[in-house]
């Protein structure tokens, strides 16, 4: 499985926003881009998944870079309930007869927000 | 309720007792997992069900016994564990394996082997 290398911590300021980095430079051309956070004491939370374009939703923007070996997830303004664990995790295409069920987690990026 | 439930939230047990652990989703979803998070280490996933049929076993010891009656519940059955196995239990599900990649988490069961 293509792993992914992201920073053990970043800290933020409240309301500004928040760029945190995945490496996958062994990504396959198949492979979706998912970022999941686990806020404390609570199970993991979906965040946002890309394949090859920027994704946005109502909690982040994912930027793909054009050679899909790195991705930023963007908190566009960082509050304190934001502050969590963040997960960057590949998974292959169900197009290709990959099964997304299996994510595999890493250590994540421990995001602390600062008033 | 909605989302993913799981009880007990917490649970002691000693290596020689048989326990269960219980997940609900109320999603409508046909794609249910489990997964351990030891203090300190990675979410490792152990067990995954696709419309009740078990899709995948992550080299799960056997004192580890999951079942998936229908597609809203899910069960691990402990029996016989050790205090490695302490640890929160996570249980997810996903509208099926194709969309596996957005799963939804239930708050977890701290387990607790003594």
């Known amino acids: 499985d293509a792993k992914t290398t992201q920073p053990n911590s970043m800290e933020s300021n409240e309301e500004e926003p928040v760029h945190l980095p995945c490496n996958h430079s062994?990504?396959?051309?198949?492979?979706?881009i998912h970022w999941y956070r686990q806020l404390p004491s609570q199970g993991p939370e979906y965040v946002i998944h890309?394949?090859?374009s920027n994704v946005n939703n109502r909690m982040a923007s994912l930027a793909i870079a054009e050679d899909r070996k790195s991705s930023t997830l963007i908190l566009h303004r960082a509050t304190l309930r934001d502050a969590a664990v963040y997960y960057c995790?590949?998974?292959?295409?169900?197009?290709?007869?990959?099964?997304?069920?299996?994510?595999?987690f890493g250590k994540g990026t421990k995001l602390s927000v600062k008033p | 309720e909605t989302g993913v439930t799981q009880t007990p939230r917490h649970l002691v047990m000693g290596m020689t007792n048989k326990k269960s652990l219980k997940c609900e989703q109320h999603?409508?979803?046909?794609?249910m997992y489990w997964y351990k998070q030891s203090a300190k280490k990675p979410l490792e996933l152990m067990f995954v069900?696709?419309?009740?049929?078990?899709?995948e076993n992550n080299s799960v010891p056997s004192r580890f016994s999951p079942e998936c009656p229908n597609s809203s519940h899910l069960f691990l059955h402990l029996h016989t564990l050790q205090p490695e196995d302490s640890a929160l239990y996570l249980c997810?599900?996903?509208?099926?394996?194709?969309?596996?990649?957005?799963?939804?988490f239930g708050p977890g069961t701290r387990l607790t082997v003594t």
């Open positions: 997810a599900s996903s509208q099926d394996l194709l969309a596996g990649g957005e799963q939804y």
């Open positions: 062994t990504i396959s051309g198949t492979d979706y």
């Open positions: 890309g394949l090859t």
């Open positions: 995790i590949l998974s292959p295409s169900p197009h290709y007869g990959g099964s997304q069920g299996n994510l595999i």
């Open positions: 999603l409508g979803h046909n794609a």
């Open positions: 069900y696709n419309f009740k049929e078990q899709t």
